[in-house]
DNA sequence: GAGCACTGC
């Protein structure tokens, strides 16, 4: 093994020694490290950095309508500044609404505050989710999900019952947090007394206040308070010059690492599943090249089985060290313990929209400084740590700030639905916080005026429109369901609808041996007519098998996404039937009805097969191919399929395919398909 | 014969 030599530099002068000195033994607790764990929870809160900040914080609200608030992970800004505002009896004009991106963050912030009050929740502080609500009438904290704002301003459009709206965790930018920004922004200007805290990191903060200001309002209207955190200092290395590849480097960084640091566990981000699995060989050959095995190498990402993502987090025997080689999940969805070191490539996989063929794009891309803080902040949350960033500093410099906000990069459907419903006519001149492409706004209004949900002059139609403003799913899963309850197989097209909701079903194993196992598992399920129609064979089947983890198991398929499928589809034949009066029918079999359901949602993404022998856009003449993921992929070709996404990476990829026939397109959508000529 | 990070109603 060559000598280590010191590739990284570091921006600030200490003395490496200083990040040895004064070394713990490595904490093995899965929890957030608590300094005051055994203290009680009053004394905890009076504790919290934010403590401090509270008659700033109730001040500063007395005087502006906004303020931002901006601090570190750990300062408790979530569960402190509403019991804050509380107690200083804001809840007496209103309730305090919380907004949070995730659910498991709502429900636990939400118990979290009750028990500091030593109440149970659903009395002063209740929290609604999809699926599940602790709400009373006595309820005056609220923790809600972004998305359940959305729905309650359809109902109360002004938000009347709010004094103070809480938009946690803003910096994020997703989609749902852009449009509740936009239309917040609204509904200030027309209640002056309502109140709304931003809730961010740094990086975003001046934007924010930015947004948040407007001709003739308080010159003020926003002011920022930054409270720090409790994060453990966390040293950089860069490289001192940039790599060629960076999975390589970042296998001969852990192993160097391994020999020269104490021990520690170290975490490795990278962009995909084929990176992780490429690094994780490489590290294996170091580790046989050793006598006893003192370095464990574990892959992290989103489509392995919960059994395999569960052996990360258990502790490595004394003497044997961890790392994890993850995708993004690690960054913010999933937090290993013990990590000490985290190594990041510098690069993210990103979807963005084109708006031109109404595809995704999935392109490699450098990480935004944004991100490099989050993933270096992995490393300090037991001890002081160390990131190893495999780009120099001058690169680091230049990143962008951020990635471009969601809504910015996403088809807009959905968001175009959500705003006409709340009565803003003119989509183009809405108020974003980063207005979207113009392009995709109208992509988006052309889909909806195809799928009848937009009249001629741009309004919401009666009753498509307005049904597929309030169903919750994309606006041609929405219009398949309409159709669905005319034909009489709802019941099959909402276990198809559930299934395409949740994260992939099909697990892809770690070894190569498996995958080829899984493969020829999940032909068990596979049909002729395509994807959805095998979705719904696998949904059957596990309903049939007792929805067991065995059955799972013996067929690759990922057993939470399943069970996560059929809840939603509980919800979904409630909602239906109760709600929007939607008659659930099962069609018994009948596979062409269903496939017809299909083609009246997807009639705007239909191919041909071209005497050529490739696939053709019908629309646009463009070419398309099967994604290798589709059952379709080694079947005969088929005469005209419908697909549910485009994706494009080495070509342009229809996805979730399903093979129709050329007359259903002119009997379910003679108005969209009487022009177009089809060319053989 | 290619490859898919993550959420939400």
Redesign the pocket.
């Known amino acids: 093994m060559a000598t280590f030599k010191p590739k990284f530099i570091k921006p600030d002068t200490d003395d490496a020694i200083a990040d040895i000195t004064g070394v713990e033994e490595p904490q093995t607790s899965t929890f957030v490290y608590n300094a005051n764990h055994n203290l009680g929870l009053t004394e905890q809160r009076e504790r919290l950095p934010i403590r401090k900040y509270r008659d700033q914080i109730l001040y500063c609200l007395e005087q502006h309508q906004v303020v931002i608030l901006v601090g570190e992970t750990g300062s408790g800004k979530s569960t402190q500044v509403p019991q804050y505002l509380y107690e200083w009896g804001w809840h007496s004009k209103g309730c305090i609404g919380i907004t ?7 429900v636990t912030l939400a118990n979290r505050v009750a028990q500091e009050r030593g109440e149970l929740v659903g009395d002063t502080v209740g929290y ?5 609500e602790r709400i009373s009438n006595e309820t005056k904290i609220k923790f ?5 704002l ?2 309650e301003l359809l109902a109360d459009p002004l938000l009347t019952q709010y004094s103070v709206i809480i938009v946690d965790e803003a910096h994020e930018r ?3 947090t852009d449009l509740l920004l936009g239309l917040l922004k609204k509904i200030l200007r027309k209640r002056s007394q309502l109140k709304l805290i931003i809730s961010s990191a740094t990086i975003d903060a001046s934007f924010f206040s930015e947004f948040f200001s407007w001709p003739g309002a308080d010159k003020e209207v926003s002011v920022k308070l930054s409270i720090e955190g409790r994060m453990h200092a966390v040293h950089h290395f860069y490289l001192n010059e940039p790599c060629a590849d960076y999975v390589k480097e970042t296998v001969a960084t852990i192993w160097k690492l391994h020999q020269k640091e104490p021990p520690g566990d170290i975490l490795a981000f990278l ?6 699995l490429e690094a994780l060989d490489l590290i294996k050959e170091y580790i046989a090249s050793e006598e006893t095995a003192t370095l464990k190498a574990l892959p992290m ?3 392995m089985s919960s059994q395999d993502q569960l052996s990360v987090f258990f502790t490595p025997p004394k003497g044997v060290r961890k790392v994890v080689l993850a ?3 690690a ?4 937090t290993i313990p013990g990590i000490v070191y985290v190594i990041d490539c510098g690069y ?4 963005w929209f084109n708006p031109t063929t109404c595809s995704d794009s ?1 392109m ?1 891309v450098p990480v935004s400084k944004a991100s490099a803080i989050q993933r270096a902040g992995r490393a300090g949350r037991v001890r002081p740590g160390k990131v190893y960033r495999l780009y120099t500093k001058q690169d680091y410099d230049a990143l962008a700030p951020r990635q471009p906000p ?1 809504l910015r990069r996403s088809e807009l459907s ?1 968001a175009v639905l ?1 705003l006409k419903a709340l009565g803003i006519g003119n989509i183009l001149r809405f108020d974003f916080p980063s207005p979207p492409p113009a392009k995709n706004l109208l992509a988006a209004l052309e889909t909806l005026y195809a799928l009848d949900a937009l009249d001629e002059e741009g309004q919401l139609t009666k009753p498509v429109g307005f049904l597929l403003a ?5 606006a041609m899963l929405s219009k398949m369901l309409h159709v669905s309850g005319k034909l009489g197989c709802a019941e099959e097209i909402i276990t198809i609808i559930a299934m395409l ?1 949740v ?2 079903i099909f697990s ?1 194993p770690v070894s190569a041996a498996a ?1 080829q196992s899984g ?1 020829i598992a999940h032909r068990h399920f596979e049909v002729a007519e395509g994807d959805l129609i095998t979705l719904l064979n696998v949904y059957t089947a596990f309903v049939e098998e007792g929805m067991t983890k065995e059955f799972c198991g013996q067929y690759y398929l990922i057993y939470r996404n399943l069970k996560r499928a059929c809840e939603l589809r509980e919800q979904l034949i409630n909602l239906a039937r109760k709600k929007y009066g939607i008659p659930i029918f099962s069609c018994k079999g009948d596979v062409e009805l269903i496939c017809k359901c299909i083609t009246a949602g997807f009639f705007t993404q239909v191919a041909y097969l071209h005497h050529s022998g490739v696939y053709r856009q019908i629309s646009s003449g463009t070419e398309l ?1 099967i ?4 059952t379709l ?2 079947l005969p070709q088929a005469q005209y399929v419908v697909y549910g ?1 485009l ?1 494009q ?3 342009l ?1 229809m ?1 979730h395919v399903t093979v129709i026939k050329k007359e259903w397109l002119t009997e379910l959508a003679p108005h969209y398909y009487q022009q177009t000529t089809v060319r053989d």
């Open positions: 949070e991106p995730r659910r498991v963050s709502t609604a989710v999809r699926f599940q809600v999900t972004e998305g359940i959305l729905r997703n989609m749902l962009t995909g599943q084929e990176e992780v990402y989103g489509s995708t993004n999940i960054e913010t969805s999933i993210v996989k990103v979807k999935l490699v969601e959905g959500q309030e169903l919750p799913f994309t909701q994260q992939s892809r995958q493969r191919a994604h290798p993921n589709s992929y080694t996404e994706l990476t080495t070509k990829f996805n």
